[in-house]
């Protein structure tokens, strides 16, 4: 994704990869969704989600940034940043 990507886009993607993810539909999740109280959420599928995100934004995020990532909203912000970065 480019890096003048808007924060809605970048918050669907990551909605959509998330939902993905977990097994969940994307319409559950909401960008001030607990990532830790969605059904069947753990560790790995969180790394996994993080893995997609990187993926989908050719970004690497820091680890400290994953484990403290509480809402979709967090990792969007993340992202945005980085993308800013970039730019």
Known sequence: MAE??????IIRTVTEL???EFGRP????????DLSAVEGADSVKV????ARIERAFD????????????TINHVADAVAAL?????
């Open 59 to 70: 970004i690497e995020l820091e680890d400290d940034q994953v484990f403290g990532f509480k």
């Open 47 to 50: 790394l996994r989600s993080v």
């Open 83 to 87: 993308l800013a970065e970039r730019s």
């Open 18 to 20: 998330v939902a993905a």
């Open 26 to 33: 994307a319409e559950e999740l909401t960008p001030d969704t």
């Open 4 to 9: 003048n990507t808007s924060k809605d886009e």
